[in-house]
């Protein structure tokens, strides 16, 4: 896909797996997954795409995000995404900029391996409410303070929205992760939209009040999402979640839908 004179394109790293009716409730209804089983699968499970997305520009090659890294359980299967990048034309030396919507373990896999940068030309960009949450923070998780502290002399924080380069904005939206951010590709009146976990599957994306159970903040991470769909419901704008495919949100008879598109069209 191409926004202006910035192309797009999904890197994939593997896929997750985690029980719909664990990870995501509709507060007052007994069973939401009811009405939409079918984006269940048959043992009940939301299916996770796991990734980023890189962009290109004339002279610089972005990763938003980098996936899950090495890991292979009973839920998650990573491990493809340095070889998604080759099919791609790009090996780790080029990438100049990797810009994190948010830092839980399945958004860094690649940031970092066995203590050694993985992209050691790049400048690594994340909130700063992240990266104090996840790494300074005396209750920050030990696994990724290994993960990431490596970082930290490649790394710059952000504090507010800003533009990181021409047609690239950050805009920050906490609820899911305190820093978590959305980034705003666009030219002229077209715009993609790469939301990180503001959803982590289409049914957040036309009810804002479903519960994610990973959102430290469940209200903020909702009033979010009601505030995003109010944006988009019925324009033409792409929305690129991390964990489920391109798709737009319309309105059909006075109700929402999310309809999936393909990616290079």
């Known amino acids: ?21 664990e990870m995501l409730r509709l507060p007052g209804v007994p069973d939401p997954w009811a009405d939409c089983a079918h984006l269940l699968d048959d ?12 962009l290109r520009t004339a002279d610089r090659v972005v ?31 080029e990438v100049t900029d990797v810009v994190f919507t948010h830092l839980h373990f399945d958004h860094v896999g690649w940031a970092t391996r066995r203590g050694e ?10 909130h700063r409410a992240d990266w104090a949450h996840f790494v300074e923070s005396p209750g920050a998780d030990p696994g990724a303070v290994r993960k990431l502290t490596p970082l930290t002399e490649r790394l710059e924080t952000i504090e507010a929205d800003t533009t990181l380069l021409p047609g690239l904005d950050a805009r920050h939206v906490p609820g899911h992760t305190p820093g978590s951010m959305i980034f705003v590709l666009s030219s002229g009146a077209e ?14 994306l036309v009810d804002p009040a479903w519960e994610a159970v990973f959102d430290v903040d469940p209200v903020a991470a909702s009033r979010v999402r009601a505030k995003l ?10 929305l690129a979640a991390a964990h489920f495919p391109f798709g737009r949100v319309v309105a059909i008879g006075g109700e929402r839908q999310f309809r999936f598109l393909d990616p290079f069209h």
């Open 1 to 21: 896909m191409r926004v202006g004179t910035v192309t797009i394109e999904p890197v994939y790293d593997g896929y997750g797996q985690e029980p719909g009716r």
């Open 43 to 54: 043992a009940g499970n939301v299916r996770l795409i796991l990734g980023g997305f890189l």
């Open 63 to 93: 990763l938003i995000d980098a996936g899950v890294g090495t890991i292979n359980n009973d839920k998650y299967h990573g491990g493809q995404f340095l070889e998604s990048l080759r099919q791609l034309g790009v090996t780790p030396g």
């Open 117 to 126: 940068i993985v992209f050691p030309n790049a400048t690594y960009r994340v």
């Open 191 to 204: 715009r993609v939209l790469l939301l990180g976990d503001v959803a982590h599957s289409p049914v957040e």
């Open 229 to 238: 769909i109010d944006e988009v419901t019925g324009s033409p704008d792409v």
